[in-house]
């Protein structure tokens, strides 16, 4: 089953027109637990109230949770959102190491699970082992495939997001245009989304530390490089899926400076961890990859700092052009290559402070992932948590019941 993309923007309805999800995100939010709450806020009639509440009460979205305190005659019942009114799945596949986990409605990882899984296996295999540890996540949790709300995959390549399948993803052979959503889909009978690793690492990390932050760029510094941009409180996608591929971006005329996508001079090709790991060899300093360099920075080793600082300045020149350009409130760095102590951070720093606007870096903070590994996980839960409670999703399932109750 292929879901049709999240629309931009967070519009309201206007007052009195809004359906059983606006009530349910009301509740969510924290903004109305009371039917009176409700009302006031959405301008709707108390008999309008009461039904679509009835209707989030039926489907145990809402419960009732106790009585307010009223200041005379009947007390208020209270509402609360259900986190347990049915789970979500999570994936975050990686070039070489995989998670999958479940969770409530709230986000909470109940049950998770990881395995040294190659992504270049090729679709089959990889998810293969996905479906299976996910159906033993469900079953160790004690849900069965009817409990499952939605699906969220983050995979490392670019991703037609519409349909869910990887689009000539380099590192992923097998996997242009291998129908991932369709798959997961069929098996749970519920919407799947697939997106690119970064994007659903920097809703993850929006999530976990910068919800008041509505412009946040995610860097992954590994083998590769890539950005994903939070961009008014949502993923940032561009026209193609193709948003924040800045380890491709020039950086040099260099004809030796070959990037593994063919072209000449690219960012990755000079600061990503293969390239440092070469740098270092070339120094006569056993490194095979990035977490080898990063060894070795915590080791002490002079040529190891030195190769990641100068990474970390490459980083930076290529970030205060986006600082320019997008003006983000937050840079969080992460993969392998932001475990070198601070020395990533602090090249990062160096040029974009002295290179960006002064405007744009008044309150510009640059920091390190606080979720690591598991910001893929927390970012793909999210995303799927948001896509199944947006108000629409809610009002579209909701008029679909009263459709198949009317027919009967
Ligand atoms: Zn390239």
Known sequence: MTVPAPAGGRAERPRGAAGAGAILRLVRDGRASTRVEIGELTGLARSTVTQRVDQLLAERL??????????????????AFNRDAGVVLAADLGATHSRVA?????????????????????????????????????????????????????????????????????????????????RIG????????????????????????WRDVDHLLYVKVGTGIGCGIVAGGRILRGAQGAAGDLGHIQITSDPSVVCRCGNIGCMEAVAGGGALAA?????????????????????????AVRVVREAGRVLGSVLATSVNLFNPGVIVIGG????????????????????????????????????????????????????????????????GREAVAAAD
């Open 62 to 79: 809402l419960v009732p949770a106790g009585a307010a305190a009223s200041t005379g005659g009947r007390p208020s019942r209270v509402l």
């Open 102 to 182: 479940l969770c409530d409605l709230g986000g909470e990882v109940l049950a998770e699970a990881a395995a040294d899984r190659a992504i270049a296996d090729g679709p089959d295999p990889v998810l293969t082992w996905v479906e299976a540890t996910l159906d033993e996540l469900l079953a160790r949790s004690g849900h069965g495939v009817g409990d499952v709300r939605g699906v969220g995959i983050g995979v490392p390549g670019p991703v037609e997001f519409a349909t869910g399948r990887p689009v000539a993803p380099p590192i992923m052979p097998g996997w242009d245009g291998y129908p991932v959503a369709a």
């Open 186 to 209: 069929s098996r749970y009978a519920a919407p799947v989304l697939v997106d690119n690793d970064v994007n659903i690492m920097a809703l993850g990390e929006h999530q976990a530390g």
């Open 279 to 303: 740098s270092l060899r070339a120094q006569g300093v056993q490194a095979a990859d990035g977490r080898d360099v990063v060894a070795h920075v915590r080791a002490g080793r002079p040529e």
């Open 336 to 399: 392998d290559l932001s475990r070198a102590e601070e020395h990533l951070l602090a090249g990062v720093r160096e040029v974009v402070y002295q290179r960006s606007l002064p405007l744009a870096t008044r309150s510009l903070r640059i920091v390190r992932s606080r979720l690591d590994d598991r910001a893929g996980i927390v970012g793909a839960s999210v995303m799927v948590i948001d896509h199944v409670l947006d108000p629409r999703t809610i009002d579209a399932a909701l008029s």
